[in-house]
């Protein structure tokens, strides 16, 4: 198959304001250290796990599934 777009981007389709919002929301929720390839559940890794994962992927991710973030960014999904 080609393609002739490969993907699509909106300009300035969500407001500033409400994407402040979201990082102010997500900055207040518990995050946690990003796991990647077999080193499934980072709760129950040693430190020579994390320290081995970290030079791999070092990141903090926190999950958002509140309405309003949906509603705000779905339709351009």
């Known amino acids: 198959m080609n393609l002739t777009n490969y ?3 909106f300009q300035s389709a969500i407001p500033s304001r409400i994407c402040d919002d979201i990082v102010k929301y997500g900055q ?3 995050d ?3 796991v990647t390839g077999g080193f ?3 709760k129950k890794l040693n430190q020579k796990q994390i320290k081995d ?3 791999k ?3 903090n991710i ?3 599934n509140d309405r309003w ?3 705000e960014i779905q339709p351009y999904v």
């Open 40 to 42: 499934g559940d980072a």
């Open 57 to 59: 992927r070092d990141s």
């Open 28 to 30: 207040q929720l518990q």
């Open 69 to 71: 973030i949906y509603k």
């Open 62 to 64: 926190v999950w958002m």
């Open 7 to 9: 993907y699509w981007y």
């Open 32 to 34: 946690q250290m990003a």
């Open 53 to 55: 994962l970290k030079t």
